[in-house]
């Protein structure tokens, strides 16, 4: 549910605003991702693993292509993009022969690798150019690190513990026990960080654009999910 809500949500964040159909990309591959892991957990079928976790690859290709464009005010780079696919397409066909989570696992952790080292780039370029771009830059970075890192964390203590934290859900009362699937966890702050990931992109991209001053990041359930919005002052 977290992945559907947060990435329709987005979706109607950026047409409401106006911004660029790349966002919508980034949503809907959000969104397929959620699909194939609801799938995946239903059935327990190679298949949707598959729908699961390659979808992770290509939404993070369209982010890449977001992060590594960003500047680019008009246009498609088809280079950039080709290269991507390909990039997409290889990881596809080897993970389909050798059929090792860990290749996967590798895959999709050099493609956060590359956003990560590009977006500390952009946000060292936005602290000389643009304070306020560079703080709310800061934050959204920052959270979306720590939702990624987090249930990266509570994924593994999941696996490595799954016997110990089995018995003691069942030995609390039915109404507790859920909150102590760390599993569950892993699939909120993914998320939270896939969605927080985007608005960043989505933020770079008007700083870029020279657009950001028509625009204020805002924030929902307590500064936990941001989103862009027309600043009203600019709309007067």
Not at 59 to 67: G, P, Q, V
Not at 219 to 231: H, R
């Amino acid at each position: 549910m977290a992945f559907f809500s947060l990435a329709i949500y987005g979706i109607w964040k950026v047409r409401s605003t106006k911004q660029e159909n790349r966002f919508v990309l980034c949503y809907l591959g959000m969104l397929v991702v959620g699909l194939g892991s609801w799938f995946f957990h239903m059935t327990l079928q190679y298949q949707w693993q598959l729908a699961d976790e390659l979808p992770m690859v290509y939404c993070t290709c369209i982010c890449i292509y977001c992060a590594l464009r960003a500047d680019v005010k008009t246009g498609t780079d088809v280079f950039v993009a080709l290269a991507l696919f390909a990039y997409s397409a290889i990881v596809t066909l080897v993970y389909l022969q050798i059929r090792k989570p860990v290749f996967h696992q590798v895959a999709y952790a050099l493609e956060v690798f590359l956003i990560l080292i590009r977006s500390t780039m952009h946000q060292m370029e936005m602290r000389k150019s643009n304070w306020r771009a560079y703080q709310d830059m800061q934050r959204l970075f920052w959270m979306g690190v720590c939702a990624f890192g987090g249930a990266f964390m509570l994924w593994n203590i999941d696996n490595i513990f799954c016997t110990g934290l089995r018995t003691i859900r069942n030995a609390l009362p039915a109404a507790v026990g859920p909150f102590f699937q760390l599993h569950a966890y892993w699939h909120i702050g993914t998320a939270l960080g896939c969605y927080l990931s985007i608005v960043y992109q989505q933020y770079l991209r008007l700083v870029k654009l020279g657009t950001v001053d028509e625009y204020r990041l805002r924030w929902l359930a307590m500064g936990i999910i941001p989103y862009l919005d027309k600043d009203i002052k600019q709309k007067a």
